[in-house]
């Protein structure tokens, strides 16, 4: 049974940093993805990052790509999401998610199969 939950979410000052976390807990995974998406309110929900726990590779969505990085602790089973320069824009409720293979289209929300229950983050301006 997969399950993943999101920590570190809060509300922050613009050009401020926040780390989220992602601990994923259930069978042996290898061949897996973990993804960060985040969902503003009357919007849909959108990739941000990425990371493959098979050979490390990391995925950047182009608006976020200098600002965040990921990043992967395998022997706590957590994916980390280090944001930092935050903006107003990027106020929204944050999910990891993984996905079984890593996806073609690796910010489709439907490449992914579990969900976690999501962080809000909030940037003030």
């Known amino acids: 049974h997969v399950q993943l939950v999101e920590s570190g979410g809060g509300l922050v000052q613009s050009g401020g940093s926040l780390r989220l976390s992602c601990t994923f807990s259930?069978?042996?995974?290898?061949?897996?993805?973990i993804g960060w998406f985040r969902q503003a309110p009357g919007s849909q929900r959108k990739g941000v990052s990425a990371?493959?726990?098979?050979?490390?590779?990391?995925y950047y969505a182009d608006s976020e790509r200098g600002r965040f990085t990921i990043s992967t602790d395998l022997g706590k089973r957590t994916v980390y999401l280090q944001m930092n320069s935050l903006k107003p824009e990027d106020t929204a409720v944050y999910y990891c998610?993984?996905?079984?293979?890593?996806?073609?289209?690796?910010?489709?929300?439907?490449?992914?199969?579990?969900w976690g229950q999501g962080t809000q983050v909030t940037v003030s301006s």
């Open positions: 990371t493959s726990l098979f050979d490390g590779q990391t």
């Open positions: 259930g069978p042996p995974m290898d061949d897996y993805a």
């Open positions: 998610a993984l996905s079984i293979g890593v996806p073609l289209a690796i910010f489709e929300v439907g490449g992914y199969t579990y």
